[in-house]
């Protein structure tokens, strides 16, 4: 008796248990067939790389770190943005992230929401990433002379000429110029602000790897120009150009007579100190004049918790990438199919609060069983990054209609409550109920 009165007991604390059990109805998570996936640096991508979206998408999306110490190797950069599924939805969502490793794993990310990139941990690399072609990058810009053998070389290459007029390379003026992650280098020659050729540095350049820099001069214009080459051999030539103010643009300035001497001291721009990088010696109301052209480096900020918080009050997120949700979308077909869904094969939830209907789903009961599904048997919510998709149904009452949807990756359907179906329908009123 005792053995059947201890069995009874368990048997209602088990079954208790299960009662007051709550089942989150919505879900949200990553949806790799929502999402096109880009290499910034490949011209053909992986026939996998739709999977790779949800390591993409979650990145950068813990606490905000505000730098990393020392140097880091930085792999490949993906850029991935949402399908043009539904006509009536702006899918200009995007985000750039870039995997780096240094002490410990990171992500660098880049969404258009906040004028900062973020900073961010991660336990483990993906898979995807290639080991091997990573670029190692430097805590701050590291600076060495080139050699003479090097000038002669960027001396015969194809754009030793600026808009068809030659341009001639001082003697002795070449530098090699390795990135740091980000930040900003700014010139200035005596006192009028000038630009170098790299200006500013994103996480995703630094597959330039090291750069050669070096100072012309056009005889005719009595203008210089700087020699630019990457690591991979791209070269190019551009003006020496300086701040007006009258014009409020940058402005080529010309140099009568211009020699040029390196006086180059260090091997890393440190952040905020004023290295002297050339002497300009040139013609300037018939005297000759020296000024000294310099280099400083600010280091790159990435955006915190609180600058997020300030940019959002502020309302300085003029064109976010990621749409604010949720939004509610009625389908006859998958959102992973290549055409674009246009009314009335789609509905979407009318207004643009959806509170009520949100509160809606999350009261929503767990049942055994499902309704009949009518034209539109797709339903998917859409909120940032993530998404969720459910086979909706109904069942039809004397004075009512029972709205179901069901989680068809849980094999689980959950029932509105009455309030919650004419929410549902005052949303979507080209329903017919």
Not at 183 to 205: K, M, R, W
Request: proline share 5%.
């Amino acid at each position: 008796m005792m053995k059947r009165m201890l069995l009874m007991l368990s048997t209602v604390g088990i079954l208790s248990g299960c009662a007051g059990e709550q089942m989150d109805v919505v879900k949200l998570d990553y949806m790799p067939e929502q999402w096109n996936v880009g290499d910034l640096y490949a011209n053909q991508m992986d026939a996998d790389s739709e999977t790779w979206s949800t390591a993409i998408l979650g990145a950068c999306t813990g606490e905000p770190l505000t730098q990393i110490e020392g140097d880091v190797t930085v792999f490949n950069s993906y850029a991935v943005n949402r399908k043009v599924m539904i006509s009536d939805y702006d899918p200009s969502s995007y985000k750039l992230v870039t995997f780096l490793k240094g002490k410990e794993n990171y992500t660098i990310c880049y969404d258009g929401d906040y004028s900062n990139m973020k900073l961010g941990k991660i336990d483990e690399l993906p898979d995807f990433l290639d080991l091997s072609a990573g670029i190692e990058v430097p805590n701050v810009p590291k600076m060495k002379a080139g050699t003479k053998e090097e000038e002669e070389v960027a001396e015969q290459s194809d754009p030793s000429e600026y808009l068809g007029m030659p341009i001639n390379l001082f003697k002795d003026t070449m530098v090699h110029l390795t990135s740091p992650l980000n930040g900003a280098i700014a010139l200035t020659v005596g006192d009028q602000d000038g630009i170098f050729p790299i200006s500013t540095i994103e996480p995703y350049n630094a597959q330039m790897g090291t750069a050669k820099i070096a100072l012309g001069y056009n005889d005719k214009l009595e203008a210089a120009h700087f020699y630019f080459e990457t690591t991979n051999g791209t070269t190019s030539i551009q003006p020496f150009l300086v701040w007006d103010e009258k014009d409020s643009a940058h402005v080529p300035i010309q140099f009568e007579g211009l020699k040029v001497e390196r006086v180059l001291q260090t091997d890393t721009l440190e952040p905020g100190v004023k290295t002297p990088l050339y002497i300009f010696s040139y013609m300037k109301n018939g005297k000759r004049v020296k000024e000294e052209v310099s280099l400083t480096y600010t280091k790159g900020e990435f955006a915190t918790n609180e600058s997020i918080k300030e940019s959002t009050e502020a309302g300085l997120i003029a064109n976010p990438s990621v749409p604010r949700g949720p939004f509610f979308f009625l389908h006859k077909k998958p959102l992973d199919v290549e055409a674009t869904l246009n009314y009335p094969d789609t509905l979407r939830a009318a207004g643009t609060d959806m509170s009520d209907l949100m509160n809606a789903f999350k009261e929503a009961e767990p049942v055994d069983r499902a309704g009949e599904v009518g034209d539109y048997p797709f339903l998917t919510i859409i909120d940032g990054w993530k998404g969720q998709e459910f086979q909706l149904s109904f069942k039809k009452r004397s004075k009512k209609v029972d709205v179901y949807v069901t989680d068809e990756t849980r094999n689980q359907t959950f029932k509105l409550s009455s309030a919650g179906a004419e929410t549902f329908f005052s949303y979507f009123p080209d329903l017919n109920e």
